[in-house]
């Protein structure tokens, strides 16, 4: 038998399987959109510098698509809009997004690698606290 902590390898892969997820979901819309986007048949500088501005503002597009017409009014913005009109609103605003998602899945991973070392020694996830 080994001796010292266990190595939780199903929680890796689970938060690991979220970020790809999110990085596929972001790479389907980019390509379901379109390379081409004034369909001249070559791919410009500029389409590709849109390919990887829409691959940065994805969490944008994702919260534009959830959000209801009303809300999106408030702002000025026309309710079936998949994008922000402007490029650098839509990544400044998604860059602290993906920060959020990527750090949040961080933060999960340890946070359920925690319960489960408290729960096999009987305790709470945090050295002291009973389990709830």
Sequence with gaps: ?????????????????????????ALYTVVREGWDLNADGLLSLQELALVFVRLLAFPVHVIMQI???AVLGLFGLPPDAPWPSSALVAVLLSLPLWGIFVIGGLVLEAWLELSAEGSDK???????????
């Design 1 to 25: 038998m080994r001796a010292g902590p266990r190595p939780r390898t199903e929680f890796h892969w689970r938060c690991a399987l979220l970020n790809i997820c999110a990085i596929f979901g």
């Design 122 to 132: 009987g305790r709470g996830p945090v050295r002291g606290m009973p389990r709830v």
């Design 67 to 69: 959000m209801p017409a």
